[in-house]
């Protein structure tokens, strides 16, 4: 073992967080190895290339803010950019800083083991390769362990079939062929809608209807680019001040402080205004009142019926398990209308459940429907998933899927005890929200804590088991009160497609980021005089 190349930090994953992350490590004179698992760069934009693949918050907020150069030098397209214009995006992110250099493509992870007499993480990969690393930092995002659905036969189809996640990087046609897609979360809603447009006839496959919302996506002309360039302080410092680092922020008022003229009008106001306002930038009771939200259920209810023609697949497509927002809200471009076409049928499998995938379609209870594609949009095993999928053994060799085998227990989202020298960005119980915001806020904390342990000599930082505690419950009491943690989602842990997930847990940080950065701020101001630093 003494013959490990040697690092002193390794970062999994080589997506916006692990890019970001070697950035800040280079700063700090370390000798970086950054594992992906893919052959090139992004993340979550290299993997999931499926047809409509696109932001839902607007490009320029999601961008990194860190370099005036980049954001001077970048021009986007669009208000909520495509796939293939992000991955390019990241790709000349990571040629501008020379990123590519310290990056290891094809290297999945298989196992990364403590070794408490060397004070150092032992990785090793898929292929067998092992590294040595002082430091360990995990960048492999809470959406990124994609689950298909336990259905026998899956193994049997002959014609073509991909999980929306595990894309083929050369184009797929659907022009003339009958086309299934199983699933209508975020990602099945963008990818039926673009899909409908071309099929010879597509059938969509629901289990639980979302309550969707209009994206009202536009070309960004270069006159309006350069103004937005000329905004960027302000809008990053608004990202900074809003509840989850969004453009949108809940509206101060409450649902029945406003007649009921005022409260159509407003939500009309929001319904026609692109983005996420009308999910993040509502009343602030919608998500807590259930006779508020009833209301706001209502009315886009309201909308779907007067979107669908057929009154009766308007009825499939309302949500009844739960009310609007209390779900990651799907941004849609003519998703409704897509039900009005000649092409398109919805299954409601409340009704007719798979039974099984055959080897020419699929068999429903009432019904054998034939294909020539099936398309999974069945989502994936959210937050911790991408962590099971690694044998990670900290001290006396425990395992982290053990040790979170409840529900995850972290303190700052940062740390686990008994995993000391690993960090995690974007882990569980983290403030999620406008995702590359909180990223980079993450990562810049994580390299504090590093500068602070090569400034003292530090070579064992952990987190106690009294913060562990601490934090966890403290995420747990901001989630009390909460509509959506009464909800079987992918944000309380809910998964059908995998054992052991059938029961909710608190995966998110339910807060806002504002009282999130203070809380790691006040602790790194401290000298991180809260963890076991040696």
């Known amino acids: 073992m003494a013959t490990l190349k040697q690092y002193d930090a390794i970062v999994i994953g080589a997506g916006i967080s692990g890019l970001y992350q070697l950035y800040r490590?280079?700063?700090?004179?370390?000798?970086?190895?950054?594992?992906?698992?893919?052959?090139?760069?992004?993340?979550?934009?290299?993997?999931?290339?499926?047809?409509?693949?696109?932001?839902?918050?607007?490009?320029?907020?999601y961008a990194y803010s860190f370099s005036e150069e980049l954001l001077r030098e970048w021009n986007w397209s669009e208000h909520f950019s495509s796939q293939p214009e992000t991955l390019r995006y990241l790709n000349y992110v990571a040629d501008k800083f020379d990123l590519r250099r310290d990056i290891l493509f094809r290297g999945r992870v298989a196992a990364a083991h403590y070794r408490d007499d060397a004070r150092s993480w032992d990785v090793t990969l898929e292929d067998g390769s092992q590294f040595r690393s002082?430091?360990?930092?995990?960048?492999?995002?809470?959406?990124?362990?994609?689950?298909?659905?336990?259905?026998?036969?899956?193994?049997?189809?002959?014609?073509?079939?991909?999980?929306t996640a595990r894309w083929p990087h050369e184009a797929v046609s659907f022009e003339g062929k009958r086309v299934a897609v199983i699933g209508t979360g975020a990602t099945g809603v963008q990818t039926i809608q673009e899909v409908a447009k071309t099929a010879g006839h597509l059938t969509v496959f629901q289990r639980t209807p979302n309550w969707c919302a209009p994206l009202?996506?536009?070309?960004?002309?270069?006159?309006?680019?350069?103004?937005?360039?000329?905004?960027?302080?302000?809008?990053f410092q608004r990202c900074q001040e809003t509840f989850a680092c969004f453009l949108h922020t809940q509206d101060p008022r409450g649902t029945f402080?406003?007649?009921?003229?005022?409260?159509?009008?407003?939500?009309?106001?929001?319904?026609?205004?692109?983005?996420?306002?009308?999910?993040?930038?509502?009343?602030?009771?919608?998500?807590t009142d259930r006779a508020a939200n009833a209301l706001i259920s209502a009315f886009v209810a309201r909308k779907i019926r007067q979107r669908v023609k057929d009154p009766a697949v308007a009825g499939k497509l309302i949500p009844?398990?739960?009310?609007?927002?209390?779900?990651?809200?799907?941004?849609?471009?003519?998703?409704?209308?897509?039900?009005?076409?000649?092409?398109?049928a919805l299954v409601d499998l409340r009704e007719t459940p798979i039974e099984r995938i055959a080897p020419a379609g699929i068999k429903t209870s009432d019904a054998e429907y034939p294909f020539d594609i099936i398309v999974y949009a069945t989502g994936f095993d959210a937050v911790t998933g991408s962590f099971d999928r690694i044998d990670i053994r900290g001290v006396h060799g425990l395992r982290l899927?053990?040790?979170?085998?409840?529900?995850?227990?972290?303190?700052?989202?940062?740390?686990v005890n008994g995993f000391p020298n690993m960090a995690m960005l974007m882990g569980p119980h983290t403030a999620l929200g406008n995702i590359p915001r909180s990223i980079e806020y993450n990562v810049e904390w994580v390299t504090g804590l590093l500068r602070h342990a090569q400034a003292h000599g530090l070579t064992r930082l952990e987190a106690t088991e009294a913060g562990v505690e601490s934090w966890t419950d403290h995420v747990k009491a901001l989630?009390?009160?909460?509509?959506?943690?009464?909800?079987?989602?992918?944000?309380?842990?809910?998964?059908?497609?995998?054992?052991?997930?059938?029961?909710?847990?608190?995966?998110?940080?339910?807060?806002?980021?504002?009282?999130?950065?203070?809380?790691?701020?006040?602790?790194?101001?401290?000298?991180?005089?809260?963890?076991?630093?040696?």
Not at 32 to 50: D, Q
Not at 262 to 284: C, D, M, T, V
Not at 401 to 415: C, I, N, R, S
Not at 511 to 528: I, K, L
């Open 401 to 415: 899927k053990d040790k979170w085998q409840a529900g995850p227990e972290t303190y700052l989202g940062v740390m």
């Open 479 to 534: 989630g009390a009160g909460l509509l959506s943690n009464e909800i079987d989602s992918w944000m309380t842990g809910v998964n059908s497609n995998v054992a052991g997930r059938q029961t909710r847990r608190i995966n998110r940080y339910s807060g806002s980021a504002p009282a999130y950065r203070a809380r790691c701020d006040a602790v790194a101001a401290q000298d991180y005089q809260e963890m076991a630093l040696d």
């Open 25 to 61: 490590l280079r700063e700090l004179g370390m000798k970086v190895l950054v594992l992906e698992a893919g052959t090139g760069v992004g993340g979550t934009w290299y993997w999931n290339r499926y047809p409509g693949a696109r932001f839902d918050s607007e490009s320029y907020s």
């Open 257 to 287: 402080e406003v007649s009921e003229a005022e409260r159509e009008a407003f939500w009309e106001k929001l319904y026609a205004e692109p983005g996420f306002g009308i999910w993040q930038g509502n009343f602030r009771d919608m998500l």
């Open 216 to 235: 009202l996506n536009s070309k960004i002309s270069p006159e309006e680019m350069t103004r937005l360039k000329a905004g960027y302080k302000e809008m």
């Open 320 to 344: 009844t398990n739960h009310g609007f927002g209390t779900r990651r809200v799907p941004l849609e471009t003519k998703y409704y209308e897509v039900y009005n076409q000649d092409n398109v």
């Open 134 to 163: 002082r430091f360990l930092i995990t960048a492999i995002g809470p959406l990124s362990a994609p689950t298909m659905p336990t259905i026998p036969g899956v193994d049997t189809f002959q014609g073509a079939s991909f999980h």
